[in-house]
């Protein structure tokens, strides 16, 4: 069989698109409803592979991917006539007798390329809302992932022609050829090593990029917060998925008066969401790889552990741990951890942590538990980062209300619900003007003109 170059894909979809078949907002709607569909019929299979991949109990799959997706799928097929309808806006006086507008207008062909931690969410999630904006789509899912990979490879091959998204399996290297070829868009979730390396390539060929990226999380707990539901809302968003979570708290500011307390309230949520022996746990997330084990097992030694600390790297399991102790040079405090290590610094003023947390890269996500109004105020209005929560962690990611992305090392551009359709559309601004008059001022012959400059 002869297999099909990525030259060959991107024209085929280019032609399609040109065609006019991605035109038609009910053509769109019923691509999505197919999806949804197809997804459904599908869905023990896409369990099984984030089973086998990742270790993910079927409760984190569908309150962190499934549930997202279809949250996605229903929002914006509700809404993608208000969306694409061009919308009329004002005109200034200078421009009497016309009328303005914006019309939504999709790019082409957009490459979707996806990392492996949430990697069904974070590949279909913005898949549809390119889709729904008019785009070809190919999309390319870690392979790391090899199970949901392949899963989504026919998943997306029952709902859709290749010509109007297609999945391209495989590593860097079938990244680095997609990235040659001349594409309308790219949306690209991954580290920040390699969103360099994708907005270097999109440069070749002027093409928009989103980059949803990483970085180091604060979390803040301030004297005030209330401390066993900051607990349990830290331990969940920091080891849901084995702390493999974009937006985890990388890191904690804990104030110096509440430590003591705070660590016991912390080891009991711990206990009572992981159990006290996480490793024989048959819901808790493993390690994706031995390469990324062995880089966490390297972190372990960078502080002093209070919590936690058992692993096993047959089963790449690593307990829940928190660690104190922590110098800002060594690398659990240089690097994004990406895994379920929480080092812990103790903090006198709220002064000294915004100091540290502008000192550093803008992170992607910062959480604040504080029942101080001014706190929050200060702290959310002078910090930059990407998004976040006061009094809670991880619940921005799952509205479609609230755009998601960084700013600075953590990303650009955003997306989620009606943001994702924007993203993957132009916005093509026209003016109509009356030739019921013609105004005189506006031509180097006319004497009020010349009396304006
Ligand atoms: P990664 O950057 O290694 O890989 C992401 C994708 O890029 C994969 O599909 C991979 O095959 C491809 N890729 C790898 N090397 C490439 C290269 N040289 N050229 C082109 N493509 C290449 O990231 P990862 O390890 O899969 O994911 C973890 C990172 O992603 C973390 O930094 C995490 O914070 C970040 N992330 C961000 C978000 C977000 O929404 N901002 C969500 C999830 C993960």
Redesign the pocket.
Known sequence: MKTITMAEVVAKQRKWFESGKTRSVDARIQKLEKLREVMQKHEQKLLAALKMDLNKSEFDAYAMELGLIYTELRHTIKHIRGWAKPKRIKTAMTHIGSTSKVISEPYGVAAV??????PVQ?ALVPLIGAIAAGNTVVL?????APNVADTLAMIVAEAFEPEWATTVLG??KV??EL?AEKLDYIFF??????GK??MTAAAKHLTPVTL????KSPCIVHKDANLALAAKRIAFGKFTNAGQT?VAPDYLFVHQEVKERFVKLLKAAIEELYGSEPLQNDSYTHIISDRHFARLADFMNDGRIIIGGDKDAARRVIAPTVLEGVDWQAPVMQE?I?GPLLPLISFHSIEEVMSAVAARSHP?ALYLFTESTEVQRRVTRELSFGGGCINDTLMHMASPHLP?G?VGDS?MGSYHGEKTFYTFSHQKSLLKQTTRFDMPFRYPTSKWGKKLI
């Open positions: 390329i996806a990392p492996w931690n949430y974070l390319k899912p870690s392979e790391l590593d860097a990244s680095t990235l979730t991954g580290s920040v090593g390699v390396i994708v949803e990226l990483g970085g974009c994004e990406f992607l998601i960084g990303g």
